[in-house]
């Protein structure tokens, strides 16, 4: 964690765009990850236990016996041509057919989240999120300076009739995108319904407007069908991002855009003053243990994990949290979502959940404007059944307190 900054003597020099950089609550949240005897329900971070570790080493191993001096040297911006390909095949899974020319690779899809920020936003321009959204995407975009409107999510993801409503009042300054989560969304849990994503379709065919696909959770799905990618249905206007992140391991750093050419031609010229480009070491790991068909195996691993941990997070929520209090159901991804009451501020409770030693992010890190500030995310991909039992008993011991509270000073009836 970088040092507690009260007074700053170079604050004159900072540019109007770091001015308006945001810190992820979750970057501040990670002081409490080196705590043992915290249940850690704020993180995002994946398994790795669940990694085939015999194969991880022999596919590093093979890397640099056949090609430690192409590991080791600067690779093309644009990213490796076999990496692509064998994304293709990922992608594939998903239905939704890529070709390596139409792709650049990234430094994780965080990188490219970052990059469109900046081909693609003026200060004042209007950008559409849904409400919550990921912390990390309003961090790049924010630091732009857009007008964000936010769409509320149900449970089969975005409100595709509300975005309209929307529109109509955007129509003299019609938004640069619409970013969208689509399966398992960070952080509501929730996926957008077969018939929500041929409507958003339709509204950005109709509209000529671009949508920013980011899917980071749809291969980890662990309960019913997959349904086909929004970039399926219309690849003019859609730009879709993928990463191995949460497939295969963040510390890879390997993400994708696939998007039409002209866009990926500003994004590699951005990316070459960024990073040059992403490391070979790290793209040729991931196109052999791709090509291994590892991506596969690890799934296989995880999901019963995931679905396990989920169903203990589920009937511990049911158990524990008081009348009053919701959750969404995700069927994959890593994250639930949970409502309190109105008048609950998770922000100023977190504290209090702390010294229960529970610890989860508050709602309104997930949007623009601070709204959500009754909700919370839990993520239940990490931690161990037993310590995700123990750790929703914590919050509702803490939030049983906060509402008796608010009841006993007569404040849950503002
Ligand atoms: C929705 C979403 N997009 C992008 C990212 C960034 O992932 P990475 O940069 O590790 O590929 C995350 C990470 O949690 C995410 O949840």
Redesign the pocket.
């Known amino acids: 964690m970088p040092p507690e900054i009260s007074f700053d003597p170079y604050s004159s020099l900072y540019s109007e765009a770091a001015q308006h950089m945001r810190s992820s609550e979750i970057r501040d949240l990670m002081s409490t990850a080196g705590r043992k005897d915290i249940v850690p329900f704020s993180g ?1 971070l994946p398994s790795i236990e669940g990694l085939p570790k015999t194969e991880v080493i022999s596919v590093m191993d093979s890397v640099l016996k056949n090609g430690l001096s192409e590991a080791l040297q600067y690779g093309e911006t644009e990213g490796r041509y076999p990496l692509k390909s064998a994304l293709c095949k990922l992608m594939a899974r998903e239905g939704l057919k890529g070709e390596p020319e139409h792709m650049l690779i ?8 970052d990059l469109i920020s900046r081909i693609l936003i003026n200060p004042g321009d209007a950008i559409v999120t849904e409400g919550p ?2 912390v ?2 309003l961090c790049a975009f924010t630091a732009a300076a857009p007008r964000v409107t936010t769409i509320p999510v149900d449970e089969e993801g975005m409100r595709v009739d509300l975005l309209e409503e929307s529109l109509d009042r955007l129509q003299d300054t019609p938004p640069k995108f619409i970013y969208v ?1 689509p399966n398992f ?2 952080p509501a849990g929730v996926t957008l319904s077969q018939s929500r994503r041929g409507k958003l379709v339709n509204i950005a065919e109709e509209r000529d407007l671009l949508i920013i696909e ?4 749809g291969l980890l799905r662990f309960e019913g069908n997959p349904i086909e990618p929004i970039t399926a249905r219309s690849r003019k206007n859609v730009v879709y ?1 993928g ?4 497939v295969v391991s ?1 510390g890879i ?3 994708w855009v696939l998007a039409p050419p002209p866009i990926i031609e500003r994004l590699a010229t951005l990316k070459q003053s960024a990073d040059l480009c992403s490391p070979n070491l790290s793209q040729m790991f991931a196109e052999e243990y791709i090509n291994r068909g590892l991506v596969e195996k690890n799934m296989e691993n995880l999901k019963p994990v995931y679905r396990s941990r989920r169903d203990v997070m589920l009937s511990s929520l049911e158990e524990h949290l008081p009348s009053g209090c919701t959750w969404t159901k995700p069927r994959g991804g ?1 994250f639930i979502w949970v409502t309190l009451p109105p008048y609950i501020d998770t922000r100023k409770m977190l504290p209090l959940a702390i010294e229960e030693k529970v610890s989860y992010v508050p709602g309104s890190a997930f949007f623009p404007d601070e709204s959500g500030s009754n909700c919370m995310r839990l993520n239940f991909s990490y931690p161990a059944e037993e310590q995700i039992a123990t750790g929703v008993k914590r919050l509702g011991k803490v939030i049983k307190k906060e509402i008796n509270l608010y009841h006993s000073l007569g404040l849950d009836r503002e």
């Open positions: 995002g990234t430094t994780g899809s965080q990188q490219a989240l959204t990921y990390g995407a989560i969304h960070n980011d899917n980071p959770y991002l990463t191995l992140s949460k963040p750093r390997v993400g890593l």
